[in-house]
């Protein structure tokens, strides 16, 4: 039995979908924090990002999802299995920076020389001033921290995926102090064990497989033989098209995985080429 930690919080919701991608289904029942998973091999528990690192290295689980932003911030000895490039509203990489107020005279880490910073990566925060040379006060934020410059705080240190809340409490990035991603990871006491290896193996290879397909459809299409090559030079294709006979000899049935957001430039092109009877699908999983 696997013991696997589902992030409670921001990225729940996104890992339950792209765990369904996957193949799995996982249960979420009002207030308990053991979801159900229709795999028998997997025993799910939730727990906070925040705190994920310090359980799977302690050993209280054997694997889960969490940020490499806390896992720098706890300095957890864990085996990082998988890098998941996905966040809270989709595909993509988060950000932890530096932010003060728009009007302030704050313009580089220089300038928090003595002043007072709220943040929740407290750990982070203090290594990042300590790089800079800089002698500042970091406090732990309990939430809310964009609204706490000017009064309670000169800066905040904080993620964000867009920006948006930032600026909409009038604060201006002054730099990033890193870039996280969703990570898989393992104790390493369990990694050692063969089959909690495989099992964790093949959880991340099927996790990957739907962020892979996350942005990607796959192309069907009849072409006669005489216009084939026209087709495929106006083809993108994430290795090789699948090039198919059909039961009329003049004819091929031809088929692909592309970006979606070519989709729809691309089909016109391939009907002026000669392709008919086109079909778009959508993809679970692509595992190269």
Known sequence: MIKLGIPKGSLQDSTVKLFKKAGFSIDINGRSYFP???????????????????????????????????????SSDVIEVADLVYAKRGLGKVKWVLAAPENSNIRSVKDLQGKRIATEAVNLTKKYLKKNKVDAKVEFSWGATEVKPPTLADAIVEITETGSSLRANNLKIIDTLLESTTRLIANKGSWKDAAKQKKIKNIAMLLQGAINAEEKVGLMM????????????????????????LSDPSWVDVNTIIDEKVVRDLIPQLKDAGASGIVEYPLNKVIP
Request: aromatic share 4%.
């Open 36 to 74: 159900e998973i229709d795999d028998p091999q997997i025993a799910c528990m939730l727990i906070r990002a925040q705190e994920m690192s310090r359980y799977v290295e302690e050993g209280v689980l054997d694997c889960g999802l969490t940020g490499k932003d806390w896992i720098e911030e706890n």
């Open 222 to 245: 009849n072409v006669r033989k005489k216009d084939l090559d026209k087709v495929l030079k106006a083809l993108p294709a994430l290795q090789k098209p699948t090039i198919s006979e």
